[in-house]
Every structure is written in structure tokens, then in C-alpha cells.
């Protein structure tokens, strides 16, 4: 089956650093991925939309200059947390549609838990 | 406000007893309703999906879900639960196929016990 990776499973950064997280779909061409955040004991919010060779689209709320989202080829999108900060952490998972399905079929990564110090 | 209620946070149960686990939707003309497993520190499985046709959806590790659009719910069951069943599950809808953007539901906490 579809398979999406995320690198690195698991970070530990200090505040004010930034850390950069990697979605790959590894044996299909995504052309859309999404980021979501989900702290302790509670749901999935979506981040954000990323299409492939365009730029991200934000849900409300969410600050654009410090989640900074890459989709620069058909297998990779980046979530970038710019100068981080404790009230950051958390688990972040991302998603991705295959482009060779229906379009209500999505692929989620493992997640990668970020802790800021 | 498009939404997804899951109406149980928690559902603790013996192993080997039928569970359901709740959920309802916002009303809408056209809607996809997933169900999701989630596992301690892991990403989400896909249990099963109602797209359209039959209202009776089967997933993996025997669980399904009947689609009831006057109600708006998308209920998940399993006749017979097991201790490895022990996990997080979520209800998810997308109300465009186009966007593909989902809107999950709080969560249950399924526990079963031995």
C-alpha cells in the first residue's frame, strides 16, 4: 500500500531555533499534501494545504510566517517552525493524495513529535 | 459551521463485547465520512469510508459503519472487540472531494479490557 514517511520522528529543539520536518509520499506522485497538529488528547487541526509548485494555503489562525510550508516536487513537502517556542509542541502529522486515485483517498505519515525546550 | 461530534470521549469495554463508538455530522448535500484508527505515538490508519452507494460500510480488522442521513451519523461497530483494538479512533468528513480537506471529530478513546 501508499506509504508516506516523516523525518524526523521525533525532535528536541531549544527555543527561538527552527526545525524543519519532512513529508515524503514514497511510492506514489502527491500532488496535494496536508499538515496537521494535534496536542495531547485532543483532535487533528489542519495546518495548512500544500499543492505541489504553488504556494501553501492556511487555515484560519494559523501564522503563515511561522509555520513556513515547502511542496517542492511531487514527493516532498517541508514544515519549517520558525524561531520556536515551548507553546509549539506538539505532534505533527502530515497527509498526502495520491494523484493516480480518487481524490478522496489520503495517506497519513507516522508523525513527528516536536519538543521545545 | 461545518463539524463532526463524536459524542463518547471515552468507551471503556471487556474484550470479546460489541462496541459502537459515535458520531455525528453537520448537515450537509454531499458528504465523505472516514473513520480513523490511531495507535499510542502513530499516525492515522484508515478504518473505513462512505463515499455513496450501499450505507453499510465494512473496514479492516472487522469493524464497519452505517451511514444514516437523516440522523447525519456515521456510528462505527464491532460485534467482538480484542485487547489490541485499544486505541484512539476518529470520525473524519470531507464536504468536497475536491479540496480533500478533512474535518475530524474529537476522538474516542477505546479501552478494552481483559
Known amino acids: 500500500g501508499a506509504v508516506v514517511s516523516q523525518h524526523p520522528s521525533r525532535v528536541i529543539c531549544k527555543s527561538g531555533t527552527s526545525v524543519k520536518i519532512e513529508c515524503r509520499s514514497l511510492?506514489?506522485?502527491?500532488?496535494?499534501m496536508f499538515w496537521y497538529r494535534q496536542f495531547p488528547k485532543q483532535s487533528l487541526m489542519l495546518m495548512a494545504t500544500?499543492?505541489?509548485?504553488?504556494?501553501?494555503?492556511?487555515e484560519q489562525g494559523v501564522e503563515k510566517d511561522k509555520f513556513l510550508i515547502n511542496h517542492a516536487s511531487l514527493t516532498l513537502s517541508t514544515l519549517t517552525v520558525t524561531s520556536a517556542h515551548p507553546e509549539d509542541s506538539s505532534f505533527y502529522i502530515c497527509?498526502?493524495?495520491?494523484?493516480?486515485?480518487?481524490?478522496?483517498?489520503?495517506?497519513f505519515g507516522p508523525g513527528t513529535r516536536l519538543t521545545v525546550l | 459551521a461545518q463539524s463532526v461530534t463524536q459524542l463518547d470521549s471515552q468507551v471503556p469495554v471487556f474484550e470479546e463485547a460489541p462496541v459502537e463508538l459515535r458520531c455525528n455530522y453537520s448537515?450537509?448535500?454531499?458528504?465523505?465520512l472516514f473513520w480513523y484508527v490511531q495507535y499510542p505515538n502513530q499516525g492515522l490508519q484508515l478504518l473505513l469510508k462512505?463515499?455513496?452507494?450501499?450505507?453499510l460500510v465494512k473496514g479492516i480488522n472487522g469493524f464497519e459503519a452505517e451511514f444514516n442521513k437523516s440522523q447525519t451519523s456515521f456510528h462505527l461497530r464491532k460485534p467482538s472487540v480484542h485487547i489490541s483494538d485499544t486505541a484512539e479512533y476518529f470520525c473524519?468528513?470531507?464536504?468536497?472531494?475536491?479540496?480533500?480537506?478533512?474535518?475530524f471529530g474529537q476522538g474516542t478513546t477505546l479501552q478494552v479490557k481483559p
Open positions: 473524519a468528513v470531507t464536504y468536497s472531494s475536491n479540496t480533500g480537506k478533512l474535518i
Open positions: 448537515s450537509s448535500v454531499s458528504v465523505y
Open positions: 462512505y463515499l455513496s452507494g450501499s450505507t
Open positions: 511510492d506514489f506522485q502527491a500532488t496535494t
Open positions: 497527509s498526502a493524495r495520491d494523484r493516480g486515485r480518487p481524490a478522496d483517498t489520503q495517506y
Open positions: 500544500s499543492n505541489e509548485g504553488s504556494k501553501a494555503t492556511y
